[in-house]
């Protein structure tokens, strides 16, 4: 078994002096819990025998409190600094893989393409960081769980009765 650290931002409401309770009776008693910027964020140490067993325990046991998950971390958008920091890089090794300056291939930012600081989609840069041999490829797998995670979640958010079984899904990563 090994620890992993990932969060969940949930819609709990941190004034219930009860929502503690909620959750360590649905089993999250290896979570901390954390206000931030008005969120309320379930931040998990929790064992399992792979990431995404880990996560998906983690998942069922805040769904059975009834509480919406926002949103889950780590994010799936990341800066050059991010990248830097998740791949054990320096920020100019990145930066010149970005630029094309180092190896081709190196994903497009998805987000404020034109901007100082552009972000890309970290399920991109760690299959392509895998591929170069500079990643594990178990950082992938995790990647493509926070994906997952948070598609259900977004899906959920838009439409509420569309059926997007997290569970289901997960099996192919």
């Known amino acids: ?26 089993g ?14 379930v931040s998990f140490d929790r064992e399992g025998e792979t990431y995404k067993d880990a996560v998906l325990s983690a ?17 799936f958008l990341v800066s050059a600094p991010e990248i830097a920091e998740r791949a054990k890089l320096s920020r100019a090794a990145v930066d010149n893989y970005a630029k094309g300056q180092r190896r081709d291939g190196f994903p497009l930012p ?7 600081s552009p972000l890309w989609d970290w399920v991109d840069v760690s299959e392509w ?8 490829e178990s950082e992938y797998r995790h990647a493509l769980v926070s994906r997952v995670i948070n598609l259900g ?10 059926k997007f079984d997290i569970e289901e899904k997960l099996i192919l990563v």
């Open 1 to 26: 078994m090994q620890t992993y650290d990932f969060t969940f931002i949930v819609g709990a409401d941190p004034r219930d002096e009860s929502f503690e309770d909620v959750f360590i009776e649905a």
């Open 28 to 41: 999250c008693d290896d979570a901390t819990f954390i206000l931030r910027r008005g969120a309320l964020a």
């Open 59 to 75: 998942y069922q046991d805040i769904k059975s409190t009834g509480v919406e998950i926002i949103r889950f971390e780590p994010d």
């Open 110 to 116: 998805d987000a404020r393409f034109n901007a100082k």
């Open 129 to 136: 960081l895998c591929r170069n041999n500079m990643l594990d």
């Open 153 to 162: 979640v977004q899906i959920h958010q838009v439409d509420p009765s569309t």
